[in-house]
């Protein structure tokens, strides 16, 4: 496969919106309108739509970012373009070619592009430390500037310590992607509070 065929497996592959799917499977069609940022994605399928679906969601939204990366990583003969496979899924949940680029914030997809990365756990342990410190150690409310600081202190974290320069790249497009999101989501902004421990 080409360099653009990889890119475009990618974004295809995150353009699913599987939340939406199981909505349906579930009969749970107005879960996402209901929930206050209106996200397509694991956390409201969790919360409106029960364990089932949100299991379900959750493992989908992992695999959709996981199998493009992981496959290009195993059959592909130029890493060099590495860094825009690893972003595709995320910027197809992000803003889908199927839903009008209405998409959900890409967290569960970005784990699984760096899942995808395997045998490489660096980068993935990176993010996930991120998270648990700002929802265990120093505690960020509400979760919309928990993710930004999570993304932003791996992004960090990956410039100093992750040495192949594209997965940072790769990072770099993701973290942009989801800010970008993050941003532009419908929610309303609630007031930030931070709480040690």
């Given amino acids: 496969m080409s360099k653009v065929a990889w890119i475009l497996f990618g974004y295809l592959s995150g353009s699913i919106l599987y939340a939406r799917i199981f909505a349906k499977l579930f009969r749970k069609e107005d879960m996402i309108e209901k929930s206050k940022d209106r996200n397509p994605g694991a956390g409201n399928a969790f919360m409106y739509g029960g364990f089932w679906c949100g299991v379900l969601t959750l493992t989908c ?14 059959y592909a003969t ?26 959900g914030k890409g967290i569960a997809v970005s ?25 265990c150690v120093l505690r960020i409310n509400p979760h919309y500037y928990r993710t930004l600081a999570a993304y932003l202190c791996a992004l ?42």
């Fill in 61 to 74: 939204d992992i695999l959709k970012g996981f199998f493009p990366v992981f496959l290009f990583m195993r």
């Fill in 111 to 135: 784990f699984g592009c760096l899942l995808g990365l395997f045998p490489l756990l660096q980068p993935v342990a990176i993010l996930a430390v991120c998270f648990i410190f700002f929802s």
């Fill in 156 to 197: 960090i974290g990956m410039l100093l310590w992750v040495k192949w320069t594209m997965i940072r790249l790769g990072f770099a497009i993701i973290t942009a992607v989801v800010s970008s999101r993050m941003l532009l989501s419908e929610e309303e902004k609630e007031k930030l509070r931070i709480k040690l421990l």
């Fill in 78 to 103: 130029d890493m060099n373009s590495i860094a825009f496979v690893m972003a595709a899924p995320v910027l197809g949940h992000a803003y889908p070619l199927f839903f009008k680029g209405k998409g």
